[in-house]
């Protein structure tokens, strides 16, 4: 009997990880997607103005913002050598905009396609620096989507030096009771 009860409560456990992950990453996509229609609608000199903050401006934010998503992702689905979008990148506004709302729907299917149990599996990788790391997948999707929200933040303060007042509310709170 307690074999058969181990069995149910890991199934439990893996079906409520999932069914966060998906919350998540619904949220990160809304989230994203309120952000980036209000900067559409900015004058452009706006979207890369200087400003200090953890990157200089906007555009340099968003492009952080994707090459996190990408490179997490790329890690995921274990490329032999990542890439950083932003290396390449020599666009608009609207094209990183697209990079990153595509990339947070990645993210949305696949948690959606995934079998509950994936998100225990145990992903070795390197860093940047070439550190060598091991964590769960749950974990590294869960850092993920709190790193865009961290860097939401940023742009929230940068907005508000530009002198914008009507940012949107994004708060995973706010999210939940709209749904």
């Known amino acids: ?20 992950l998906t919350q998540y990453s619904a949220y990160n996509l809304w989230a994203n997607q309120q952000f980036l229609d209000l900067i559409a609608k900015l004058p452009e000199e706006l979207h890369t103005q200087e400003i200090i903050s953890s990157f200089p401006g906007l ?18 689905k274990l490329a032999e050598i990542i890439e950083r979008p932003s290396e390449k990148f020599c666009g608009s506004l609207a094209e990183v905009s697209k990079g990153i709302l595509n990339q947070s729907r990645h993210w949305h299917d696949w948690i959606l396609q995934s079998p509950d149990h994936m998100f225990d599996h145990e992903l070795i990788y390197y860093t940047s ?21 961290y860097h939401r933040g940023h742009l929230v303060t940068i907005l508000r030096q530009l002198g914008i007042s009507n940012i949107p509310v994004t708060d995973f709170a706010y999210w939940a009771r709209k749904k």
């Open 1 to 20: 009997m307690f074999f058969v009860n181990s069995i149910i409560e890991q199934k439990r456990k893996y079906t409520r990880m999932k069914k966060l």
């Open 59 to 76: 555009v340099a934010t968003l492009l952080h913002i994707r090459d996190a998503e990408s490179i997490w992702w790329q890690r995921i």
């Open 129 to 149: 620096k070439k550190e060598r790391f091991k964590q769960s997948i749950g974990e590294i999707l869960l850092h993920v989507f709190n790193h865009s929200t």
